[in-house]
């Protein structure tokens, strides 16, 4: 049936959502929430599954086939849903996601895990992407700030709770109900948004491009392996990692010279023709760099140095995340009051500097409070840039490149995360290693030749001298680690000093000669368009 109205009609004229678009932001606040939450909770458990299900010479396996899933299948569910529809493609990845979860609380040896986990990693890959691209299918531009502050927002509860969440469900129901709990929530997701979301129906006569699909994932898949096993599994000059290079360096100039050719493909490079959208693309990949570093440095520090227990890793956070929270809420509120952002990736470059650099300060004497403020001074510069990023990246297309652009800037902050983990993980190994050499001799060599990262078990075990050692070599390892993040967050403030600020448009704009609201793209282009056919 034919249908007039254009994406984001759904709002009032006040600019107020109705009740129906609440339910479907508050699904997609709990697919989110699936998508976040779920590595938390699974990484509290990973002890209890490994003592079940022995296999621990595979345990990185159960969070690498996730990773590796997730991230070959985020450009590919972006593009699914602009050909064929977002309502239809997004429900799909979060029935996958939960036949994933499913399967894993039902796993019985390690090797099953891996593969279930796998299964899960490609249904998470289409709820972030599904999340952002259906907000910019419902909202206009300039309300669109508002509703991914508060994804943002859930995006950082999870990240607290996580932990907190994963050890209760493991202490009092076992660790198989960490994958179950998924099962209900999904459920209830599923239900709001099949019965609520009313978007337009798409028929692409176009195919899949299905040779960009494989040299995509492969290329992404040997970057990813390439980051994840560099100075761990494999040495960094090893046959193995040269290899992956090669193979993951050549899979991507083939993908990109076949997407100058296909029919339909996968990632339009058309979309990188925009300064904005590509000035978001390397503020984001910067942005995932320094966040998933951080979160990975500052509880080791914590725990290591300043004797903070593990129990509540998740609230060692607190400070950096809370930080992160309230400033994505004010980001977005002011956005949608003024239509107006440059100020926050530039202030966000000033304060993710700031916070890094200040955070290298730390030693073996620095308090809990003062590190503290050091981690909400980055927190508020991570909050000004989190959902701007992907605000921009939209705003910067047209509607029917909504999907691939959502997928493209999710892309990469994910390759972010997985280079940040990898780099600044090999100059912490590196220096921690250095430093106990020097320290304590032959003693601390042996002590961190196999992983400079050692558990609170392993350290109450040193002795005394050892175990100072060990604490200054980690504050000398966090030191290098976040001054090389200071440095390559300088790269965010440049790309924010060239954003052109184009204003973003209200519920209430004029449409143009075809119907469709105006875009705030740079390019001219529309970003919205009207639907004709609602599901």
Not at 57 to 69: I, K, Q
Not at 100 to 108: H, I, P, V, Y
Not at 409 to 420: C, E, H, I, V
Request: net charge positive; charged share 10%.
């Amino acid at each position: 049936m034919a249908d007039t109205q254009t994406a984001g009609a759904e709002l009032t004229e006040s600019g107020k959502p109705q009740r129906s678009v609440r339910v479907v932001i508050l699904a997609l606040m709990i697919a989110m929430m699936l998508a976040m939450l779920d590595n938390m909770i699974v990484g509290t458990a990973m002890p209890t599954i490994v003592g079940e299900l022995g296999g621990l010479e595979h345990l990185s396996w159960v969070v690498t086939g996730y990773t590796l899933a997730t991230a070959a299948a985020t450009p590919v569910w972006g593009k699914l849903g602009d050909m064929y529809g977002r309502k239809a493609t997004f429900m799909t990845s979060i029935v996958i996601f939960l036949i994933g979860s499913a399967l894993s609380g039902m796993a019985q040896d390690m090797g099953q895990l891996i593969g279930f986990r796998a299964v899960q990693g490609l249904g998470a890959g289409g709820l972030m992407v599904g999340v952002m691209a259906i907000i910019g299918d419902l909202v206009p531009p300039r309300e669109r700030g508002k509703y991914q502050g508060m994804m943002a927002g859930v995006m950082a509860l999870a990240m607290i709770g996580g932990p907190l969440v994963g050890g209760t469900i493991t202490d009092n129901w076992g660790w198989r109900w960490s994958f179950y709990i998924n099962l209900p929530l999904g459920a209830i997701a599923l239900a709001a948004i099949s019965v609520v979301l009313h978007l337009p129906k798409k028929r692409s006569k176009a195919g899949i491009d299905y040779l960009g699909v494989v040299l995509l994932t492969l290329g992404i898949t040997s970057i990813v392996l390439v980051t994840t096993w560099g100075g761990s599994e494999y040495a960094w000059t090893s046959a193995r990692i040269m290899e992956l290079t090669a193979i993951g360096v050549a899979s991507l100039v083939g993908f990109v010279f076949w997407q100058t050719r296909a029919a339909e493909p996968v990632v339009p490079l058309h979309i990188f023709r925009s300064r904005n959208f590509t000035l978001m693309s390397v503020i984001g990949f910067i942005t995932g760099f320094v966040m998933f570093g951080a979160t990975l440095f500052l509880p080791l520090y914590q725990q290591s140095v300043q004797g903070a227990s593990a129990t509540n890793s998740g609230l060692l956070l607190l400070p950096m995340l809370g930080a992160m929270l309230v400033t994505s809420m004010i980001a977005g509120r002011v956005t949608t009051s003024t239509g107006r952002y440059k100020i926050f990736p530039i202030a966000g470059g000033v304060l993710m500097i700031t916070g890094l650099y200040l955070l290298s300060l730390m030693d073996t004497g620095t308090s809990r409070f003062t590190s503290g403020v050091y981690m909400a001074v980055l927190g508020l510069g991570m909050g000004c840039l989190m959902q701007i990023t992907m605000l921009v990246a939209q705003n910067s297309v047209q509607m029917k490149d909504m999907g691939v652009a959502s997928s493209s800037t999710t892309l990469f902050r994910t390759l972010g995360s997985s280079f940040g983990v990898a780099i600044m993980g090999a100059l912490f190994n590196h220096r921690v290693q250095d430093v106990m050499a020097q320290r304590a001799g032959s003693l601390g060599s042996k002590l961190t030749e196999q992983s400079a990262q050692l558990d609170a078990a392993s350290l109450a075990k040193l002795p005394a001298a050892a175990r100072e050692a060990y604490q200054h070599a980690v504050s000398a390892g966090t030191h290098s680690a976040f001054l090389l993040g200071s440095v390559i967050a300088v790269v965010v403030l440049v790309a924010a000093l060239f954003v052109k600020e184009v204003p973003l448009k209200g519920a209430t704009s004029k449409p143009d000669a075809e119907g469709g609201p105006v875009a705030g793209a740079e390019d001219g282009g529309r970003v919205a368009a009207p639907v004709t056919e609602a599901v």
